[in-house]
């Protein structure tokens, strides 16, 4: 069986975690990848606190595995959510769009293993010093929010600028992908795009098909100038941000009006016009609906088989 340190250190079967993707990732999904025996965690995103207190107990009625919170740092919320987590005695917090430093202490005197996503080996050091256990580095092929570096070229040097376990993330979507984040050095992989389509998460079906129906130039990265970049797939609504973005007669202010709501409008409604179908690089190869369980124990089983007969590539 395909273990790494990360297993140990979690008490989780596989090194598999379901990306944090908001209005998605909610008690239903992470429940199901927890069972199945990879990490779920549910995406706080910009959700008032309250919210995600009933997914947190919600979650604690569909599993007894454990589960993860992701804390995006710069939505109002988060004060209260990182305050929430201690209450609630989440056992995993993952972090991202900020520095976590100033919870790190409360956190950590809660208990909770704190996994940041980061996009830069300094910024993994930064996380270390602070007491995070393991990093997720993930590269600019990833669906959402991303930075420049590829996972590729990400990876590796975040595994030799940190001395804690470094999970990939960004392009990775079978067992292909997670055999080469080994060989990277990773002790494990985060996906998202691949869970997007699991037959236990409750995104809106017309946003499953897209995924499904994707080919591999199929995503865009827009929000640049903004500097905060996302990549999605191309839409009526993702193509006009993209032109807006280089019209110097609209305003950043402008921009961001436009943008309000989008990925709500997509994962939850549906809505093709104005929804922003967040979604990696790795769409194309999204093929089919599949069960939490089904998509890890393929990935794994496909990756184990790679790194056994790797032998074969070496004279």
Same mark, same amino acid.
């Given at each position: #069986?395909? *273990?790494?340190?990360? /297993?140990?250190?979690?008490?989780i079967? %596989?090194?598999?975690?379901? +990306?944090? #993707?908001?209005?998605?990732?909610?008690?239903?999904?992470?429940?199901?990848?927890?069972?199945?025996? $990879?990490?779920?965690? !549910?995406?706080?995103?910009?959700?008032?606190?309250?919210?995600? =207190?009933?997914?947190?107990?919600?979650? =604690?009625?569909?599993?007894?595995?454990?589960?993860?919170?992701n804390?995006?740092?710069?939505s109002?919320?988060?004060?209260?959510?990182?305050?929430?987590?201690?209450?609630?005695?989440?056992?995993v917090?993952?972090?991202?769009?900020?520095?976590?430093?100033?919870?790190m202490?409360?956190?950590?005197?809660?208990?909770?293993?704190?996994?940041?996503v980061?996009?830069?080996?300094?910024?993994?050091?930064?996380?270390? =010093?602070?007491?995070?256990?393991?990093?997720?580095?993930?590269?600019?092929?990833?669906?959402?929010?991303?930075?420049?570096?590829?996972?590729?070229?990400?990876?590796?040097?975040?595994?030799?600028?940190?001395?804690?376990?470094?999970?990939?993330?960004? $392009?990775?979507?079978?067992? *292909?992908?997670m055999?080469? @984040?080994?060989?990277? $050095?990773?002790? +494990?992989?985060?996906m998202?795009? =691949? &869970?997007?389509v699991a037959?236990? /998460?409750?995104?809106?079906?017309? %946003?499953?098909?897209?995924?499904?129906?994707?080919?591999?130039?199929?995503?865009?990265?827009?929000?640049?100038?903004?500097?905060?970049?996302?990549?999605?797939?191309?839409?009526? &609504?993702? *193509?006009?941000? &993209?032109? #807006?973005?280089?019209?110097?007669?609209?305003?950043?202010?402008?921009?961001?009006?436009? $943008?309000?709501?989008?990925?709500?409008?997509?994962? !939850?409604? +549906?809505?093709?016009?104005?929804? @922003? &179908? #967040?979604?990696?690089?790795?769409? +194309?190869?999204?093929?089919?609906?599949?069960? /939490?369980?089904? !998509?890890?124990?393929?990935?794994?089983?496909?990756?184990?088989?790679?790194?056994?007969?790797?032998?074969?590539?070496?004279?």
């Amino acid at each position: #069986m395909l *273990r790494s340190p990360i /297993c140990d250190l979690l008490g989780i079967k %596989y090194p598999v975690f379901q +990306g944090a #993707m908001a209005w998605i990732a909610d008690a239903d999904l992470a429940a199901a990848v927890s069972n199945a025996g $990879g990490l779920g965690i !549910i995406a706080g995103g910009s959700a008032p606190v309250d919210i995600i =207190r009933q997914q947190v107990r919600k979650c =604690r009625t569909l599993t007894d595995k454990p589960f993860a919170v992701n804390i995006m740092l710069m939505s109002p919320a988060a004060p209260d959510i990182a305050q929430m987590v201690v209450e609630e005695k989440v056992p995993v917090v993952t972090t991202g769009a900020g520095s976590p430093a100033k919870y790190m202490a409360a956190w950590q005197g809660a208990g909770i293993k704190v996994i940041p996503v980061i996009p830069s080996s300094g910024i993994a050091k930064s996380v270390e =010093r602070y007491g995070a256990v393991a990093v997720v580095a993930e590269g600019g092929e990833s669906g959402g929010h991303v930075g420049d570096l590829t996972t590729m070229a990400l990876v590796p040097q975040v595994v030799d600028a940190v001395t804690i376990p470094v999970l990939a993330a960004g $392009g990775i979507g079978d067992g *292909r992908g997670m055999a080469a @984040a080994f060989m990277l $050095g990773a002790s +494990g992989v985060q996906m998202g795009t =691949r &869970f997007l389509v699991a037959k236990e /998460c409750n995104v809106n079906p017309v %946003y499953k098909q897209k995924i499904i129906a994707a080919k591999d130039i199929d995503t865009i990265a827009t929000g640049k100038r903004l500097g905060h970049p996302v990549r999605g797939l191309k839409t009526a &609504f993702s *193509r006009r941000f &993209f032109e #807006m973005e280089y019209d110097p007669t609209v305003s950043n202010e402008d921009l961001e009006k436009f $943008g309000e709501g989008a990925l709500q409008a997509a994962a !939850i409604r +549906g809505d093709e016009e104005h929804g @922003a &179908f #967040m979604a990696g690089q790795i769409a +194309g190869l999204v093929k089919q609906e599949q069960t /939490c369980a089904e !998509i890890i124990e393929e990935t794994v089983g496909e990756a184990e088989a790679l790194l056994k007969g790797a032998g074969k590539w070496v004279v």
